[in-house]
């Protein structure tokens, strides 16, 4: 293709931008907490070239990495190109040489044999160093004052998996950092690498199981005492794929299932526990250990939120009639054939977030985006599944209380980070983008990033930067101190 088609995943906030910058001196309206002092990185899919295919989705897109760096105050603002191999090849060619969403059988033949990742889903930081990671490969680590691409990262050749999370989990108190790969071998490669790294960023677990299917594990959950596989019925088919078709398609007749193991033992000891029958589920909020008890909080759905991946499967629904709500599963480890016991805790949504203290530990409150059954007007489009969120909630896993940020008509927001706070007994603060409307135009939108009391998010931001820029939905993003920016690695 020449043009970038018409679909909702190149419209609204989905609309391809292309642009790398750099700009100084944000506008800010308000005043900065003294806390916000670091940086706020961001994983944007964006085109670099219009799609093979009329039918390419938003995750298909070449991963940029944003930055906005807070400073005494000030704000900059400055987003580059992961180099990944694919960028490199396809800049060279001035055209898109790999073609449908992880299918390598429709890649043009200068394509062969070469990494397709496009590190678009998560920036991760781990022992000063900053990686962009996407499950189907090994992360790319990026200079995180410069954000130049330093190049694919295996630990220094130890790590075997061909592939990486984007959702590893980093132990508050140890440091240490314990993520996994799915489809571990290859294409279609039924086994999931368990890793562990070091609080100084080395590798020095890895270990290999099967899954009881051949499913996306888009995230995990670890416990003081357990790592925690939840996975779900949206399968590949190796056949399907040589045919042409898509990598991913639900299941609704098969049931999901938890995968869980102590977290220092070995993959043997793993115990496979059967879940609901079609459901699924991206993101988890956390897990923790209760006595025998392991509680683990899922952003569940009664089926695959991405139309791609349900259509595959035959499955036609709207959008707007899929059911979900913030759910806990609870398993007893005392029991000889533990079960999921399951209630809901909270309104459905996604995109959650967890203070970095709280990781795999009791927690009493956590944020994630919904839509506002108040809101007036339809939903911004853009994002992942063609609608972005519109509201802020702050949940008390504990008794349930729920409080809501409500957003301008019209407007969209991301995925929030979560910054603490110096001050005793203060819950720190959330900084998420937000795009808001100037005109009934999808594509016409400014960006701002709003800082919001983490623990009084109904009173709205107490900053907001402005961009004066429309900037392509981002998935996920992340917090780093000053400090850990200034003890990075790579200078």
């Given at each position: 293709m020449t043009a970038f088609p018409q679909t909702i995943h190149f419209i609204g906030t989905n609309t391809p931008r292309r642009v790398e910058m750099s700009?100084?001196?944000?506008?800010?309206?308000?005043?900065i907490p003294a806390d916000v002092e670091g940086a706020f990185f961001r994983a944007v899919p964006?085109?670099?070239?219009?799609?093979?295919?009329?039918?390419?989705?938003a995750l298909n897109a070449d991963g940029m990495i944003a930055k906005f760096d807070f400073s005494g105050g000030a704000v900059d603002f400055a987003i580059r190109y992961v180099e990944t191999e694919r960028y490199k090849l396809e800049r060279e060619a001035r055209r898109a040489l790999f073609g449908q969403y992880r299918n390598p059988f429709t890649d043009d033949?200068?394509?062969?044999g070469k990494d397709r990742t496009v590190a678009n889903t998560t920036p991760v930081w781990h022992a000063g160093r900053l990686f962009m990671t996407k499950e189907d490969g090994r992360g790319y680590e990026v200079n995180p004052h410069t954000l130049e691409t330093v190049g694919k990262w295996d630990y220094e050749g130890k790590l075997r998996s061909q592939t990486f999370t984007a959702h590893p989990r980093v132990d508050p108190v140890t440091g240490e950092l314990f993520f996994f790969g799915y489809e571990a071998g290859g294409l279609c490669d039924p086994n999931v690498a368990y890793c562990i790294a070091d609080a100084q960023g080395n590798l020095v677990k890895e270990q290999w199981f099967e899954q009881p299917y051949l499913s996306t594990i888009h995230d995990f959950v670890i416990t003081e005492n357990y790592a925690i596989f939840p996975i779900f019925p949206t399968l590949a088919d190796l056949d399907r794929l040589r045919a042409g078709g898509a990598h991913w398609a639900h299941h609704q007749d098969k049931p999901s299932y938890i995968g869980i193991m102590p977290r220092y033992g070995d993959v043997s000891e793993m115990k496979w526990i059967e879940g609901p029958v079609g459901v699924s589920c991206f993101h988890e909020v956390n897990a923790y250990d209760d006595g025998d008890l392991v509680h683990i909080d899922l952003c569940l759905t009664d089926t695959n939120a991405f139309a791609f991946m349900r259509e595959a499967g035959g499955i036609h629904r709207d959008q707007r009639e899929i059911q979900g709500a913030l759910t806990r599963w609870t398993i007893d480890m005392g029991k000889d054939a533990p079960a999921i016991e399951e209630r809901p805790i909270g309104p459905p949504g996604d995109l959650c977030r967890l203070a970095d203290a709280d990781q795999g530990r009791p927690y009493n409150r956590a944020w994630?985006?919904?839509m506002n059954p108040q809101a007036k007007g339809p939903p911004m489009l853009g994002g992942p599944v063609g609608a972005n969120f519109n509201a802020l909630l702050r949940i008390e896993p504990g008794n349930g209380r729920v409080t809501m940020m409500e957003l301008p008509p019209g407007a969209g927001i991301s995925e929030p980070a979560h910054v603490p706070s110096s001050e005793a007994g203060h819950g720190g603060w959330l900084l998420t983008v937000v795009?808001?409307?100037?005109?009934?135009?999808?594509?016409?939108?400014?960006?701002?990033?709003?800082?919001?009391?983490?623990d009084a998010v109904e009173n709205g931001p107490v900053a907001k930067v402005k961009t004066g820029l429309a900037l392509r939905s981002q998935v996920h993003g992340t917090w780093v101190s000053r400090e850990r920016l200034d003890g990075s690695r790579v200078k």
């Open positions: 700009v100084r001196d944000l506008a800010v309206e308000g005043t964006d085109n670099a070239h219009a799609p093979m295919f009329d039918d390419d989705i033949p200068a394509a062969e994630y985006l919904s795009d808001v409307p100037n005109s009934p135009n999808p594509a016409d939108y400014s960006s701002e990033v709003w800082i919001v009391e983490a």
